[in-house]
């Protein structure tokens, strides 16, 4: 199951819907009064101060996180995984161009454009992704390098989902012939310091 349905995220799909109610019925009350009689309402549902809480960006403290670990974070009510590839997983990432969908990343609502490279990351040490699965929603599981499986040789560890088997490798780029259709989301991040991430704002970067 996705955490999706958690509950920051379904007050946040309450007030869309909401907002997207009030666009049919304002329109539909038709041109004649319509500004004066919309304005009201509109400025009545501006995002609560709760509301843009939840989407402000968060900050990610990665001073104990080890090769090979990954931590887990929240933004937006979605999970995000921060993870720290060792140099074998670095090297590994620029050899599985030939089972991958889309190797380079041009798939470009996937990523910011500084994390269109190889390792999907600012710095490539670190992997910043957002942990749904791209085909439906599913979470899927941390295979570290080295984890018994039985996923065929190219699988140098990544991310297994167990709902329909797609694969993705230790950036988030999508093997071929899966059901998931593209590589994982790398959120919009940037570094405060050498060991604290802002996940949320891409510091001017993008
Ligand atoms: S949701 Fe991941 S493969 Fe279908």
Redesign the pocket.
Known sequence: MSDRGNSLVSEDEVDNERRRFLIATTAGVGAVGAVGAALPFVLSFQPSERAKAIGAPVEVDISKLEPGQRMIATWRGQPVWVMRRTEKALKDLETMSAFLRDPESKVVSQQPAYAQNVARATKAEYLVVIG???????S?TYLPEGTPHNLGDEWKGGFF??????KFDLAGRVFKG???PTNLVVPPYHYLNDTLILVGEDGGAA
């Open positions: 749904y699965c791209t085909h439906l929603g599913c899927p989902c167990p709902c329909h088997g797609s899966v059901p998931a």
